[in-house]
């Protein structure tokens, strides 16, 4: 149907993925409990770091449209690690941020997005 | 985002789900796409969280993202959520947290909890209703037993219905959007609708991991938001996903 809200008759024979709403298949990691939270997510982290950065920067960008001072962003990279947190699961999100390439805080808000997007 | 459990007339019990977000977070009008969306899909992995040795659970992940949304207890249970929309929001959960009142939890960390601590369906389901959360959700929940399928229906303090799968009512499957399920859903936004038409076409004889596939890639089900598709078995262990787009013309949730 080629007006909205687009639907169409129900697909059929789509299995195995494949063709143009197939972009890929999805990768594997092992997380091991017994280690430390230091080293559980080292893998993953280091693997897709560039592709965590490029999408906090899109959420970044988003807050200076709607904040141009940067206050948004301030608030989130200073005050929000410290009112936010749970003392185990910051420590998880404490390694993962010890991989030198973000800020915490903007780990937190990912990681809370949930609450923070009924907003 | 479309949450499905269901039981062929066998008796076995699948799992799927797409898991749609990004929503007004940037357009990209060149691309016809959510800005969002496009960045989450590089981030999308399976993990599977070992204890010595062994395997505690597999989910779906966003990379950096330690909460979870989808995931599977080999042979015990399969757990998804979904966004849910309400008054009494997140916002009064996170405006009471750093006000200091804790007792609640935050969505994703229940979900974590639940997959890595639960031993069956029952105890999952019994934590996942009665938990106090920060946010409304919906939480659907896959068992290992025939009619062990329900979509949980949140506040934040209450657990506000359970929708079970009854095979003697004809209920072999259950499906969540984003909608009370007593309610009708936006016709703005009704996934519900063509969802569960193509359950019915599909029919409960025919309905396998391969078959849920088409059904979560039927558009709108299948939408511009649609970053990844998870099917799990329990009865298997398994955990499959898939990385999503939507060919225009597409709708944009």
Redesign the interface.
Known sequence: Q?I????????????P?NG???????????????LPPSKR?TA??T??KT??V??IQ??K??AYAFVPSGRLIELVDITLVS??F?LT?SL??YY?FLIPFCNLGE?VL???F?????? | CTSIVAEDNKGNLFHGRNLDFGLFMGWDVKNKSWIISEKLKPLVVNLDFKRNNQTVFKSTNFAGYVGMLTGIKPHIFTLTMNERFSLDGGYIGILEWILGKRDGMWMSFLTRSVLENAHSYEEAKTRLAQTKLLAPAYFILGGNQTGQGCIITRSRLLSIDMLEIDLKLGRWYVLETNYDHWEEPLFLDDRRTPGMKCMNQTTQKNISLKTMYDVLSTKPVLNKLTTYTTLMQVSEGKLESYIRDCPNPCMPW
Do not use: Q
């Not at chain 1, 909205?4 to 299995?15: I, L, N, V």
């Open positions: 080629f909205p809200p687009y639907t169409e008759d129900c697909r059929t024979e789509m299995y993925p143009p709403t197939f972009r890929g298949a999805v990768s594997w990691y092992t997380v091991d409990l017994d997510w993953l982290i693997d897709k592709d965590l490029n999408m899109a959420i960008d988003l009112v936010i749970p699961f998880n999100l993962i780990v990912f990681n809370i949930y609450e923070v997007f009924t907003v």
